[in-house]
């Protein structure tokens, strides 16, 4: 078959070692929210490090339409004049978030919370990703869905509640865009609102709310926690430094420590532990990493890299921990395909309802890479040989971003070359991810 002119099919072949420094794209989780919270804040807010990937761009878009005067002042560098929590405008148009999940649910939150009518769509994928969890407690606070597709999906049309009710809602997954959508609502709601969550999952909203001045009490609760904000804060601009994306350094640290030889330094990778359990998972299977010039910067935890070639080993990896490392067990899979023994992925539920079934999409990954490999129930087990895996097939990535990353990483290091039948996606969080491998020594074709 023939590829569609708007694809663009890439492999990559195996290479030497990889050397050399490199500083990831920034976090797309804060820049989603530098955008949203600028948008929230009375007066200028100067964002560096910002992700220009398209995903973070159309928050922007949609920040502006809403009311925010934004303007990129250099790369990376952006100055968001907002309006305010209570005083966002009615957007003339559609809300058209592309690819973006996180920005489009964090979104239905600012205007669940404002009295206001916004349509919200974005391209084929983001439309078949559920969107009712995200629905169901904005209705609580008394925001009405008055028009979505079949199973609560986009395109969907949300009115905003005119006076948004406090209310004690306790999520029914661990999910930060849940959360977080309840918590930007509650913004604009009078008195306390109370999200409990039964595990932790991602935090960077409930720092940043703190970050721009909100009263915001965290506190354990059994394996999880229980956020409570008081609302009709007034939210002071403060600047914010973006530090590097955990996800997207996931691709060049797996890629050092499965190429023989490869000696690199990954620099300003935020070390949240919420976002580290890639990390905790390579050093349990035996990766090489050492964290050097440890800091603070914007409120979160920060660290250089140092990632050499390393003999890895299989680990089984709890349930417990999907919430910190959702987003990289594709790039996992692809280091347990490298590894000696076996490595079983507990409870990967919610990777079913990304920008593809992303289970699926790693098994077929897989087997098009000729590795061992079995799903048991929400369970992934992949059975590593301790040697490079064959490789050579193409993988189809089902417009997801990570899927394409990942198995270009594997071909990097895999016997034979590894193909994706597209690789357009991947600008949607890591608009340089070529150029910045290659510079360490990877090859494509």
Same mark, same amino acid.
């Given at each position: 078959?023939?590829?569609?002119?708007?694809?663009?099919?890439?492999?990559?072949?195996?290479?030497?070692?990889?050397?050399?420094?490199?500083?990831?794209?920034?976090?797309?989780?804060?820049?989603?929210?530098?955008?949203?919270? !600028?948008?929230?804040?009375?007066?200028?807010?100067?964002?560096?490090?910002?992700?220009?990937?398209?995903?973070?761009?159309?928050?922007?878009?949609?920040?502006?339409?809403?009311?925010?005067?934004?303007? $990129?002042? !250099?790369?990376?560098?952006?100055?968001?004049?907002?309006?305010?929590?209570?005083?966002?405008?009615?957007?003339?148009?559609?809300?058209?978030?592309?690819?973006?999940?996180?920005?489009?649910?964090?979104?239905?939150?600012?205007?669940?919370?404002?009295?206001?009518?916004?349509?919200?769509?974005?391209?084929?994928?983001?439309?078949?990703?559920?969107?009712?969890?995200?629905?169901?407690?904005?209705?609580? @606070?008394?925001? /009405?869905? #008055?028009?979505?597709?079949?199973?609560?999906?986009?395109?969907?049309?949300? $009115?905003?509640? #005119?006076?948004?009710?406090?209310?004690?809602?306790?999520?029914?997954?661990?999910?930060?865009?849940?959360?977080?959508? @309840?918590?930007?609502?509650?913004?604009?709601? &009078?008195?306390?609102?109370?999200?409990?969550?039964?595990?932790?999952? $991602?935090?960077?909203? /409930?720092?940043?709310?703190?970050?721009? !001045?909100?009263?915001?009490? @965290?506190?354990?609760?059994?394996?999880?926690?229980?956020?409570?904000?008081?609302?009709?804060?007034?939210?002071?601009?403060?600047?914010?430094?973006?530090?590097?994306?955990?996800?997207?350094?996931?691709?060049?640290?797996?890629?050092?420590?499965?190429?023989?030889?490869?000696?690199?330094?990954?620099?300003?990778?935020?070390?949240?532990?919420?976002?580290?359990?890639?990390?905790?998972?390579?050093?349990?299977?035996?990766?090489?990493?050492?964290?050097?010039?440890?800091?603070?910067?914007?409120?979160?935890?920060?660290?250089?890299?140092?990632?050499?070639?390393?003999?890895?080993? !299989?680990?089984?990896?709890?349930? +417990?921990?999907?919430?910190?490392?959702?987003?990289?067990?594709?790039?996992?899979?692809?280091?347990?395909?490298?590894?000696?023994?076996?490595?079983?992925?507990?409870? #990967?539920? /919610?990777?079913?309802?990304?920008?593809?079934?992303?289970?699926?999409?790693?098994?077929?990954? #897989?087997?098009?890479? &000729? @590795?061992?490999?079995?799903?048991?129930?929400?369970?992934?087990?992949?059975?590593?040989?301790?040697?490079?895996?064959?490789?050579?097939?193409?993988?189809?990535?089902?417009?997801?971003?990570?899927?394409?990353?990942?198995?270009?990483?594997?071909?990097? +290091?895999?016997?034979?070359?590894?193909?994706?039948?597209?690789?357009?996606?991947?600008?949607?969080?890591?608009?340089?991810? $070529?150029?910045?491998? /290659?510079?360490?020594?990877?090859?494509?074709?």
């Amino acid at each position: 078959m023939s590829a569609s002119p708007t694809t663009q099919p890439l492999a990559a072949e195996p290479n030497g070692p990889l050397r050399g420094r490199v500083r990831p794209p920034g976090d797309k989780s804060i820049s989603h929210r530098a955008f949203i919270f !600028g948008l929230l804040s009375r007066g200028e807010t100067l964002i560096e490090g910002l992700l220009e990937g398209d995903d973070v761009l159309r928050t922007g878009a949609a920040c502006r339409a809403l009311g925010a005067a934004i303007e $990129r002042t !250099g790369p990376g560098r952006w100055r968001v004049n907002g309006l305010g929590v209570g005083s966002i405008l009615e957007p003339r148009d559609v809300l058209d978030f592309g690819n973006a999940g996180t920005g489009s649910r964090l979104m239905m939150g600012v205007v669940g919370g404002h009295g206001i009518v916004a349509a919200f769509d974005g391209d084929a994928s983001l439309r078949k990703r559920p969107m009712r969890r995200i629905l169901d407690p904005l209705t609580m @606070v008394g925001a /009405e869905v #008055l028009e979505q597709a079949e199973g609560g999906r986009c395109p969907i049309t949300l $009115r905003g509640a #005119l006076d948004p009710a406090p209310i004690l809602y306790r999520t029914p997954v661990a999910s930060a865009q849940i959360k977080s959508a @309840v918590l930007l609502a509650a913004l604009n709601a &009078r008195g306390r609102t109370t999200v409990v969550e039964s595990a932790a999952s $991602r935090d960077h909203t /409930e720092k940043m709310l703190a970050h721009f !001045g909100a009263e915001v009490e @965290v506190e354990p609760e059994g394996e999880g926690r229980r956020v409570t904000l008081t609302g009709r804060p007034e939210l002071k601009p403060r600047p914010v430094i973006v530090p590097a994306d955990p996800s997207s350094a996931a691709f060049p640290i797996v890629a050092a420590l499965v190429t023989p030889g490869s000696d690199i330094v990954v620099e300003g990778v935020m070390m949240n532990p919420l976002r580290a359990g890639l990390i905790v998972t390579l050093v349990e299977m035996g990766a090489r990493i050492e964290r050097l010039s440890e800091r603070r910067e914007g409120g979160e935890d920060v660290a250089d890299l140092r990632v050499r070639a390393s003999a890895l080993k !299989g680990v089984e990896v709890p349930a +417990a921990r999907a919430p910190s490392m959702i987003d990289e067990y594709p790039i996992l899979a692809v280091a347990a395909a490298f590894a000696d023994g076996e490595t079983r992925m507990n409870g #990967l539920h /919610e990777l079913r309802v990304k920008e593809s079934d992303r289970l699926a999409a790693v098994a077929a990954g #897989l087997a098009a890479a &000729r @590795v061992e490999h079995e799903i048991v129930g929400d369970d992934l087990i992949v059975g590593g040989g301790g040697r490079p895996p064959l490789g050579g097939g193409t993988v189809v990535t089902h417009l997801d971003h990570r899927i394409a990353m990942s198995f270009l990483v594997m071909g990097m +290091a895999a016997q034979r070359p590894v193909a994706v039948d597209d690789a357009t996606m991947i600008a949607t969080s890591f608009p340089n991810f $070529r150029p910045l491998m /290659e510079s360490l020594g990877a090859r494509f074709v």
